[in-house]
């Protein structure tokens, strides 16, 4: 017995250029603060037919609550998934959301203050602080 069945599959592919940089190549030109709010917000995205994988759920919640107020990443997002008979068909998403401000050159201050977390030393103290605008 053979069995068939009419339908179509559409496939897409998308590449982008690429290229393989040394470690000493790269090097950072701007930098920016990071302001993170201390209210978590929450975000949300449903599968009712269970057809996309877990991963795009993830990040379509994410883009629901950066949506909802209007920032720039997700810290320390938290997941809640909702299984019907073993098919992912939500996802909940909550965490600390955060804009990324004062775009500027590198300044010597920035790289050691980068070197200190990004190689720490058992000695090191990274103190981290808004600074204080005086007012004219």
Same mark, same amino acid.
Do not use: H, W
């Given at each position: 017995?053979? $069995?068939?069945?009419?339908?179509?599959?559409?496939?897409?592919?998308?590449?982008?250029?690429?290229?393989?940089?040394?470690?000493? $190549?790269?090097?950072?030109? &701007?930098?920016?603060?990071?302001?993170?709010?201390?209210?978590?917000?929450?975000?949300?995205?449903?599968?009712?037919?269970?057809?996309?994988?877990?991963?795009?759920?993830?990040?379509?919640? &994410? !883009?629901? !609550?950066?949506?909802? &107020?209007? !920032?720039?990443?997700?810290?320390?997002?938290?997941?809640?998934?909702?299984?019907?008979?073993?098919?992912?068909?939500? &996802?909940?998403? #909550?965490?600390?959301? !955060?804009?990324?401000? =004062?775009?500027? #050159?590198?300044?010597?201050?920035?790289?050691?203050? =980068?070197?200190?977390?990004?190689?720490?030393?058992?000695?090191?103290?990274?103190?981290?602080?808004?600074?204080?605008?005086?007012?004219?």
């Amino acid at each position: 017995m053979i $069995a068939s069945s009419c339908g179509s599959t559409t496939m897409v592919t998308r590449t982008a250029k690429s290229g393989n940089l040394s470690y000493s $190549a790269i090097a950072a030109t &701007v930098t920016s603060d990071l302001k993170v709010s201390e209210t978590k917000v929450t975000g949300e995205a449903t599968n009712p037919d269970s057809f996309f994988p877990q991963s795009e759920m993830e990040k379509t919640a &994410v !883009a629901d !609550a950066l949506k909802k &107020v209007d !920032a720039d990443i997700l810290i320390e997002p938290q997941y809640e998934y909702k299984r019907v008979d073993g098919k992912l068909v939500s &996802v909940k998403v #909550s965490g600390y959301p !955060a804009k990324y401000t =004062n775009f500027r #050159s590198v300044t010597p201050e920035d790289v050691e203050i =980068n070197n200190k977390l990004k190689y720490p030393k058992q000695e090191t103290l990274v103190i981290i602080k808004e600074k204080e605008v005086e007012k004219k």
